[in-house]
T-cell receptor, first 115, second 113 residues
Framework: EAGVTQFPSHSVIEKGQTVTLRCDPISGHDNLYWYRRVMGKEIKFLLHFVKESKQDESGMPNNRFLAERTGGTYSTLKVQPAELEDSGVYFC?????????????FGSGTRLTVV | QKEVEQDPGPLSVPEGAIVSLNCTYSNSAFQYFMWYRQYSRKGPELLMY????GNKEDGRFTAQVDKSSKYISLFIRDSQPSDSATYLCAMFKSGGSNYKLTFGKGTLLTVNP
């Protein structure tokens, strides 16, 4: 079984530019989550999709962040315009069940650096 | 006050040592507790989960939860160099539709051969 795939693995952009991160969950997993780790801080929840619907987006920092999951398969997270404080590692995870703790599988993350 | 506190270490032990990793939490709504292991440049990988006070054992790993003290621990017996990683505690609250995990900062563990 293929795992959760994220790309790019690394992105360096200038402040004010736009970046789009992509996550391909495990096939058949309806639940998809985005998390972020800013340097020196803990991993924090951003949002949760069930199929193509946003179940919980309470962790999204501001309206510069837009997440989509068209067709309930892969998801994208767009940051526009990027700011310096957006730098960090963005993780995607997927699970079959909503609670997730039986099969909450993380991708390797996208390391975003805004300069 | 942070909801979950975890000493970031770093922690360095010799091979074969018993390792104790700990987290405290402030919100009694947390009912489900997990430990994740994260190798460098990889995503967190679930090691153990539990939802009741007491001990849960899986091979060399034992997870312990004390809900009255709001304290969770992970013990690693006979530690190996391959156990060198960052260990993250994580938890979520029961009820409702809120399934987001709240993580500790993680403890960086190095096991020296």
């Amino acid at each position: 079984e293929a795992g959760v795939t994220q790309f790019p693995s690394h992105s360096v952009i200038e402040k004010g530019q736009t970046v789009t991160l992509r996550c391909d969950p495990i096939s058949g997993h309806d639940n998809l989550y985005w998390y972020r780790r800013v340097m020196g801080k803990e991993i924090k929840f951003l949002l949760h999709f069930v199929k193509e619907s946003k179940q919980d987006e309470s962790g999204m920092p501001n309206n510069r962040f837009l997440a989509e999951r068209t067709g309930g398969t892969y998801s994208t997270l767009k940051v526009q315009p990027a700011e310096l404080e957006d730098s960090g590692v963005y993780f995607c995870a997927s699970s079959q069940d909503r609670q997730g703790f039986y099969g909450y599988t993380f991708g390797s993350g996208t390391r975003l650096t805004v300069v | 006050q942070k909801e979950v506190e975890q000493d970031p270490g770093p922690l360095s032990v010799p091979e074969g040592a018993i390792v104790s990793l700990n987290c405290t939490y402030s919100n009694s709504a947390f009912q489900y507790f997990m430990w994740y292991r994260q190798y460098s440049r990889k995503g967190p990988e679930l090691l153990m989960y539990t939802y009741s006070s007491g001990n849960k054992e899986d091979g060399r790993f034992t997870a312990q939860v004390d809900k009255s003290s709001k304290y969770i621990s992970l013990f690693i017996r006979d530690s190996q160099p391959s156990d060198s990683a960052t260990y993250l505690c994580a938890m979520f609250k029961s009820g409702g539709s809120n399934y987001k995990l709240t993580f500790g900062k993680g403890t960086l563990l190095t096991v020296n051969p």
